[in-house]
Structure formats: structure tokens, C-alpha cells
């Protein structure tokens, strides 16, 4: 019996020691922070009484704790509400009370935090329910005369220690808090229409029980220096109680904001702005009214020293020089001949300007003007030539769809159609005597919308369609033995649109039927090449070459059942396209296309998806990927007419805009 007490006592006694060292552990620094939330009891009237221990603070540096609470069960740092207590932090026991961010009869779950330099510790969750929350009350703000978007403290009582829970309100603007506690706001001084006003509060969604009064100081523009310049100068404002928030002070130049360089109390630097053009501006600081000086700002009148070149064709660019040029280019105002210019770059010395292609031959005034109702007259003429030369109409019957080529001396014209049937005949022109020569008919009869190009001073023709038949053989011709040649037909598939084809590096490039092949004249044979996707069924359209580069694009899309402005540019070398500048132009398909030795491209004519009949003419640069307006056809609007080079000068004719055209023009854009 006496051995069986003395079992039982021990067995408590080892009990009891046990727990003492697994509490002693408990409460051991371990070298981790460690925090627990012990309670949460509702205060009277509103607000919670939240309790909780530090078990650890481990080896670093306390830098924050305090309590976490939310409707959700998982609170976190970052999307709850929160009360924080500071970096004083030791182990214990700490409280706090939390008089905002709490809603009647709502479930909250709430947690103890504890966060060192390094690690973050959460304690377990415990869930309360809200017993409302206190009306905030305003004690004080200092200073209480400030300027706008000065910093002010607000004292109180109440306030969310989160920053965007507290909407502080300088009679109906409100101001931007930076900072929170549950007494005391840091806020930023919005602008207010009035100088004397009330500030409040709303926290939660709870009004303040009283306002407190606060006085704006109001700005005053004294002077600026200079008072006459030019855009982009440094103006320099002087004056009292400038704000130095650049979220909320603005300088005008009339209705145009100008950038603010340097601040302070009394001056701000600003540059002139580019995008006014009136004279003379009215100078104005706004915050919440506008504060201006009596005395303006006067733009200087712009001058033209120098125009080059003198003698251009329509489209072309010409250089203005001079001085007080405005650098926005679209805010200086060209016209050449009464007829407005298009800007396209410009400096405070240089403008860049195009020839209106609308121009004709003949002598022009040039006036400038970068100030609203000023105008500069440039003291000299430009001189407008014509890009274009009327030649010799085509000797054959008149016709559409034709196919052509064209060797280092002379043009090749044949193929497509008139009124009644396709046309089989070739004919060549001679340029230096303007002369049309008839030259061995083509071998297949009925061929129309073919192809053409040519390799080494020989001519090909592909592609097209006989009747309903889609063509897809290949025929030579030699223009030393005036003689056509089968060679190895076209793979693939046939197209239902006319096919664009370019040459580069003596190997041509036929895109057709969502599919692109290589011929190379050498081997007389075939070789796939890519094609881009997004063409889709593509055909008349434009092809040309340029820099070693191919291009195609700007015709008619069949899955879209539209004209397509898309233009893309295949790399050989990798046999890759990559897209370029979207024709600016009215869309279109059959339309003219070459390229000259000066490296750039020309697109024209050509028809919209209803049929309207166009004579425009476009140059494109692959350098700059731009494009610019050209002078227009002389010939007059049409499509399916044809274009080939010889030199650096292309040859333009027949086609159709109702009637079958015979007419043939020389195109030259150099001087």
C-alpha cells in the first residue's frame, strides 16, 4: 500500500516538473521572433481592446508589431486592417486599442505580428465580433496657414492607421495622407477654391464630430524675366508663397501648360512651350484659381534665311533655314503657292518640308508662319518641275492587266485584255526615241493577268489564267533572238489575282495562293521559300525590291473580302518577312509598283473595293520605313495599268477607268 502512494506521488511530482519545463520553454528566447494574440475585448461606445505576447524577439533588430484583423480567416499584412505599435518592442505582454476599421455585428478574425529585419512572424488566428467604431474627432492641425501642397499635421483622435481609411477634406478637396496613426494624420495641403476653410475628416466611413479652420496662403506672380523669347527659352517667375508640389501647380502660357525646370518659394523656372502658338501669352501659376501678372509674354516672329533646293518636283523635300522655328513640326505653318505644306521635322534653325503634290509646274511664294495670324514671305520663288513627261501612247491596242518587263534599254509590254478577249501580242519600247516596236507574239494563246520579270537581260512570264484555267508555266524570252522559251513550270498552286513578283541577287520571287517559290535561272528550277501568314490569299498587290530586300503587299485580301494596307519585307538570307509601315494611302489593289536605283519604291493608282479610280502616287523609303505623297498622275485615275524601269526613270501607261487606255508617261524623280 505504502509503495503504491509513494508511485502516485512521484508520478505527480515528475508531472509537475514537466510542465514547468515545457512552459520555461515556452517562454525561452529561441532565436526566431515569435508572437501570440491572447484577446480581443469590445470597449464600450465602440472600438476593441486587442492583447497579445512577444515569446521571441530572436537575434535581429525589431523594426514593427502590433495586431492584424480582417473578414477573412487568413488576415495578412498588406490587405487587412491594422494597428501598429513601433520598433519598442520586448518580450511580454502588449496592448492596444483600436477605435477605427471595426463595423457592427461583422465577424472579424484578427492575429498578433511581430516583424524583424529579416523574418516575419504571425501568430494564431482568434475571431471577435465588431462592435462599432468611434467618430473620429480633430484636435489640432499645424500649421494651420499653409501653402498648397505644403505638409501639415493633423492631431486627433480615432484615425485608421491605414493611410487610405482616412479621407481628410480641406472644405471639398481632398488631400493626400502620408502617414497615420490612431492620433495623429500627416497630410498634404490639396488646392481649395477659398482661403479660409473648414478641414474634416472621414474615417471608415465615419464623419468627424468637429472641423477645425485653416488658412490658404495665396500665391502672388510678381514678374517674370524675359518678357520676350522664343519656344523652349527659360522664363524665370517671381513672386510669394509659390507651392513646391508638382502634383498640384501648373504654369500656363495661355491655355498651353509649360514644364516647370526648378522651384521654390519664391520663382519657378519654366521652359516656353512648343505647343502655344499665340502672342502674347498670358503667364499663369494655377492651383486653385488662376494667378497671372499684368504684363505678357511675346513670341519672336520667325525668319527665313535660306530655301534649298530652289527647283524641285512636287513631293519632294526642301530645308528651311533661318531662325525661331517652333521644334514641334506640326506647329509651324508652311504654304507654298497659297497651298498648304506638310511639315515634317523641324529644329529652332530647320524646317523640312513637302511639295505639295497637288502643285503644277511653275513659280511660287513661300510663307512661313510659327505664330498664330503672322505670316513670314520668304523674299525668293520656288521653282515646281514636273516629275512626269508625256511619251508616245502605247502602239498597240488599248488594254488592262498587262504583263511587263523591262532589260537595261528597253521596255517590254503584252498580254491582258480589252473589251472582247485576251490579248497574245508583245511589244517593246525604245526610250531614247520614244518607240514602240511589235516583237514575236506570245507562244500561248489566251493568257491573261501573267506575271513578269526579268533576270540577267532575260524576260519571264508566269502565273495568270487562261479562261477559268489557272496558268502556272514558265516562258522566256530573248530579247537577242526575239524568242520565247518553255522552261520549268511555277509549283504550287495557281492564283486566282494577279501574282507580284521581285528579283534579288538574280533569283526571282513568285508569291502566290498563300505560298511563296524561288526560281533561280541558273538551274532552271524551283525552291519553296515562306510566305507570310497574315496575307493570307493575296494577290494585286505590289512586289518590288530594294536594299537587297523584298516586298509585298498593299492589294486585296480574299479571307478579309478588302484592300489591305499591310506591307512586309522578306530577308532572303534567313527567309524571313518582318512587317513594315502600313500604306498610308486610300486602300487599294490593282495598282502600278517599281523601284529605282535611288533606293526607294513607288506605289500609285489603282482601284478601291468599290471601284472608285485613283491617280495618286506614293514614295517609299525602306531606310526610314515612311512614306511620302508624291505629284499625282497627270494621265488621270485608273487601274490595272503597268510600269517598268529602265535606268533610273520608270515608264507608266494603259490600264482602264471606264475606257481602255493607251497613253504612256515618263516618271523621273530626280532633278
Given amino acids: 500500500m505504502i509503495r503504491s502512494v509513494t508511485i502516485r506521488f512521484l508520478a505527480v511530482v515528475i508531472s509537475i516538473l514537466f510542465t514547468l519545463a515545457c512552459q520555461e520553454e515556452k517562454f525561452t528566447d529561441k532565436g526566431i521572433p515569435e508572437v501570440e494574440i491572447t484577446a480581443v475585448t469590445l470597449l464600450e461606445g465602440g472600438g476593441a481592446l486587442f492583447e497579445g505576447k512577444i515569446l521571441s524577439t530572436g537575434s535581429a533588430t525589431v523594426v514593427q508589431h502590433g495586431f492584424l484583423w480582417d473578414t477573412d480567416e487568413n488576415p495578412m499584412l498588406g490587405n487587412s486592417e491594422i494597428v501598429t505599435l513601433g520598433s519598442d518592442a520586448t518580450i511580454g505582454d502588449f496592448t492596444c486599442d483600436a477605435m477605427a476599421d471595426i463595423e457592427m455585428g461583422k465577424a472579424y478574425y484578427a492575429r498578433a505580428f511581430l516583424r524583424?529585419?529579416?523574418?516575419?512572424?504571425?501568430?494564431?488566428?482568434?475571431?471577435?465580433?465588431?462592435?462599432?467604431?468611434?467618430?473620429?474627432e480633430l484636435v489640432s492641425i499645424i500649421p494651420n496657414t499653409a501653402v498648397c501642397g505644403d505638409t501639415v499635421t493633423i492631431k486627433g483622435k480615432y484615425f485608421s492607421f491605414s493611410e487610405n481609411n482616412n479621407k481628410i477634406y480641406f472644405d471639398n478637396s481632398q488631400a493626400r495622407v502620408l502617414s497615420s496613426s490612431s492620433g495623429e494624420l500627416r497630410v498634404i495641403v490639396p488646392p481649395a477654391v477659398e482661403l479660409l476653410i473648414k478641414v474634416r475628416a472621414t474615417v471608415s466611413g465615419f464623419n468627424s464630430v468637429n472641423e477645425l479652420d485653416f488658412t490658404m496662403k495665396q500665391p502672388i506672380l510678381s514678374d517674370f524675366e524675359p518678357h520676350v523669347g522664343t519656344f523652349g527659352d527659360i522664363i524665370t517667375l517671381s513672386g510669394t508663397n509659390f507651392c513646391l508640389d508638382t502634383f498640384y501647380v501648373k504654369v500656363f502660357f495661355n491655355n498651353v501648360p509649360a514644364e516647370i525646370l526648378e522651384m521654390s518659394r519664391t520663382h519657378y523656372k519654366v521652359k516656353v512651350p512648343s505647343e502655344n502658338n499665340i502672342s502674347p501669352a498670358v503667364v499663369q501659376i494655377k492651383y486653385f484659381n488662376y494667378f497671372s501678372y499684368n504684363a505678357q509674354f511675346s513670341l519672336r516672329s520667325a525668319t527665313i534665311n535660306d530655301i534649298s533646293p530652289v527647283i524641285v518636283k512636287p513631293g519632294a523635300i526642301i530645308q528651311i533655314t533661318g531662325e525661331d522655328y517652333n521644334p514641334v513640326a506640326g506647329m509651324n505653318m508652311v504654304s507654298i503657292g497659297g497651298v498648304d505644306a506638310q511639315v515634317i521635322e523641324s529644329t529652332a534653325t530647320e524646317i523640312s518640308v513637302i511639295v505639295p503634290p497637288a502643285l503644277t509646274p511653275g513659280h511660287y511664294l513661300v510663307n512661313l508662319s510659327t505664330i498664330h495670324g503672322i505670316d513670314q514671305l520668304w523674299n525668293g520663288s520656288l521653282e515646281v518641275i514636273s516629275p512626269w513627261r508625256k511619251l508616245n501612247d502605247f502602239a498597240g491596242t488599248a488594254r488592262a492587266s498587262a504583263t511587263v518587263f523591262s532589260t537595261e534599254t528597253d521596255g517590254y509590254v503584252g498580254l491582258g485584255h480589252d473589251n472582247f478577249s485576251a490579248l497574245p501580242d508583245f511589244w517593246k519600247y525604245s526610250p531614247d526615241i520614244d518607240n514602240w516596236?511589235?516583237?514575236?507574239?506570245?507562244?500561248?494563246?489566251?493568257?491573261?493577268?501573267?506575271?513578269?520579270?526579268?533576270?540577267?537581260?532575260?524576260?519571264?512570264?508566269?502565273?495568270?489564267?487562261?479562261?477559268?484555267?489557272?496558268?502556272?508555266?514558265?516562258?522566256?524570252?530573248?530579247?537577242?533572238t526575239d524568242s520565247w522559251q518553255?522552261?520549268?513550270?511555277?509549283?504550287?498552286?495557281?492564283?486566282?489575282?494577279?501574282?507580284?513578283?521581285?528579283?534579288?541577287?538574280?533569283?526571282?520571287?513568285?508569291?502566290?495562293?498563300?505560298?511563296?517559290?524561288?526560281?533561280?535561272?541558273?538551274?532552271?528550277?524551283?525552291?519553296?521559300?515562306?510566305?507570310?501568314?497574315?496575307?493570307?490569299?493575296?494577290?494585286?498587290?505590289?512586289?518590288?525590291?530594294?536594299?537587297?530586300?523584298?516586298?509585298?503587299?498593299?492589294?486585296?485580301?480574299?479571307?478579309?473580302?478588302?484592300?489591305?494596307?499591310?506591307?512586309?519585307?522578306?530577308?532572303?538570307?534567313t527567309d524571313l518577312w518582318?512587317?513594315?509601315?502600313?500604306?498610308?494611302?486610300?486602300?487599294?489593289?490593282?495598282?502600278?509598283f517599281f523601284s529605282l536605283p535611288n533606293g526607294r519604291a513607288y506605289v500609285g493608282l489603282g482601284t478601291t473595293s468599290a471601284y472608285q479610280y485613283l491617280n495618286d502616287f506614293w514614295e517609299y523609303n525602306p531606310i526610314t520605313d515612311s512614306w511620302n505623297r508624291w505629284a499625282d498622275f497627270p494621265g488621270g485615275a485608273r487601274y490595272s495599268a503597268v510600269a517598268f524601269t529602265i535606268g533610273n526613270k520608270a515608264f507608266i501607261g494603259i490600264g482602264y477607268d471606264g475606257t481602255f487606255k493607251s497613253d504612256f508617261w515618263e516618271f523621273s524623280p530626280g532633278l
Avoid at 510 to 529: F, G, I, Q, S
Avoid at 578 to 592: C, E, I, M, Q
Fill in 437 to 480: 516596236t511589235l516583237i514575236h507574239g506570245f507562244p500561248i494563246a489566251g493568257l491573261d493577268y501573267a506575271t513578269g520579270f526579268v533576270i540577267d537581260g532575260m524576260g519571264y512570264v508566269t502565273c495568270g489564267k487562261i479562261e477559268d484555267n489557272w496558268y502556272k508555266a514558265l516562258n522566256r524570252y530573248n530579247p537577242a
Fill in 486 to 573: 518553255a522552261m520549268t513550270q511555277k509549283p504550287g498552286e495557281g492564283s486566282s489575282m494577279k501574282a507580284p513578283a521581285f528579283v534579288i541577287n538574280g533569283k526571282a520571287y513568285v508569291p502566290a495562293a498563300e505560298e511563296m517559290y524561288e526560281y533561280n535561272p541558273l538551274t532552271d528550277t524551283w525552291a519553296k521559300k515562306s510566305y507570310p501568314p497574315e496575307m493570307g490569299y493575296f494577290g494585286s498587290g505590289v512586289a518590288f525590291s530594294a536594299g537587297g530586300k523584298g516586298y509585298i503587299g498593299i492589294g486585296w485580301k480574299h479571307q478579309e473580302g478588302n484592300n489591305t494596307p499591310m506591307l512586309f519585307e522578306y530577308d532572303p538570307a
Fill in 116 to 136: 524583424t529585419e529579416d523574418l516575419l512572424a504571425y501568430s494564431d488566428v482568434i475571431s471577435f465580433l465588431g462592435g462599432g467604431s468611434l467618430r473620429p
Fill in 578 to 592: 518582318t512587317r513594315k509601315a502600313d500604306f498610308p494611302g486610300t486602300l487599294r489593289s490593282n495598282s502600278v
